[in-house]
């Protein structure tokens, strides 16, 4: 991603987590309890009753990715 797509996120992440400040404390929650071969699962219902769900299994390289979220989240 380049920078200029970045700087376009940045303000709707921050009203995203402003919005949601719940999901924060749940990532940053889980980055010290997620371990490999964890399940993190993803369910979405839509306003007309339709579903998706999604989940991993995590691996040695998700768990540096989710540990470095929880330290800037904790910030």
Sequence with gaps: MNPFEMMKIKPLFETFTQDHPKLLMFIAAMGG???????IEMK??????????????????????????SKLIKK
């Excluded at 309890?33 to 399940?39: G, L, P, Q, T």
């Design 44 to 69: 979405m219902t839509t306003s007309d009753g339709q579903t998706m769900k999604t989940n991993i299994k995590v691996n040695d390289n998700d768990l540096e990715l989710f540990q470095e979220l």
């Design 33 to 39: 309890a997620v371990d490999k071969d964890s399940i």
